[in-house]
């Protein structure tokens, strides 16, 4: 894959030792963690209306939202219902599965 | 015109309406009593640990997790038998709090999966759906199939009664 043009390359073979200019600032980039995405798949025992009101109650969806998510999962097989943090993700993919709903974890980089 | 300022009122949340038939209990008490059965029976074993993510890299989460989920289920069905073995049930009509309700739903749902895990596993969905001719079961599997279709009906009646705009999908 071609990097962006705006990145410069790091030369091949350089020291591993930090430079500090006298004068320059410097900061501190948090390294970017990937988000999570709770996932909800198809089954063909939990009935549409149940799974909208599950939506409803967890994420505080309105109805259009989630009859939009819940029609998703039954015509395509899955819908990502919820993106972020993975101690959150988590969070909802147990309370998910406490209705008996089939959702798990994936990771969004 | 803006109201008097006065003490809050708290909020009063109807109880969700059951009525059912004297009938129906026979349908329902063998199998909620034989899922609950299972699950107590399952709960010591660290192998029925249904679900739980892949992606869990800590042990003690992964039980943790576990044991949320059968805690709850284990919670629910017991609910629900108290339900279907309540003398009243058949009788009169029945109140249910919003948790209550959601436990029996979420218990209904319960039940249902292993229904369809067991009974119902060589059906497709369009026959689980309905679309199927009941007397093809044997006669001791027709029951697991009434009780599996009455259910639904339950958790769709408690939903719409919990949550009406639900039914709008």
């Known amino acids: 894959m071609k990097p962006p043009a705006n990145i410069e390359r790091a030369p091949l073979l350089a020291s591993t030792a930090p430079q500090v200019v006298p004068g320059q600032r410097t900061r501190t980039v948090p390294a970017v963690e990937p988000s999570w995405q709770v996932v909800v798949m198809d089954d063909d025992v939990n009935l549409m209306v149940y799974v909208v009101h599950v939506f409803r109650k967890v994420f505080g969806f309105e109805t259009e939202k989630a009859r939009r998510h819940m029609l998703e999962v039954h015509h395509q097989g899955r819908s990502v219902v919820w993106t972020g943090a993975r101690e959150a993700a988590e969070h909802y993919v147990h309370i998910l599965q406490q209705w008996h709903l089939r959702a798990k974890l994936e990771t969004h980089a | ?169």
């Open chain 2, 1 to 169: 015109m803006p109201e008097e300022p006065g003490p809050l009122k708290p909020k009063v949340t109807p109880c969700v309406r059951l009525r059912f038939s004297p009938l129906l209990r026979e349908v329902l008490v063998d199998i909620v009593e034989r899922v609950h059965a299972a699950e107590l029976a399952a709960s010591d074993k660290q192998s029925a640990l249904p679900q739980v993510p892949g992606e869990l890299p800590d042990p003690d989460l992964q039980t943790a997790w576990a044991e949320g989920l059968r805690e709850r289920e284990e919670y629910d069905t017991r609910a629900l038998l108290a339900l279907v073995t309540n003398p009243q049930f058949g009788k009169a009509d029945m109140l249910a709090t919003p948790s209550a309700a959601e436990a029996l739903a979420r218990a209904s749902v319960r039940v249902r999966l292993y229904l369809r895990e067991t009974i119902l596993r060589d059906l497709n969905s369009a026959e689980v759906d309905g679309d199927f001719d009941v007397f093809r079961l044997p006669p001791a599997e027709q029951q697991g199939y009434a009780c599996f279709r009455l259910l639904a009906h339950l958790e769709e009646d408690l939903i719409l009664q919990l949550d009406p705009g639900a039914a709008k999908a």
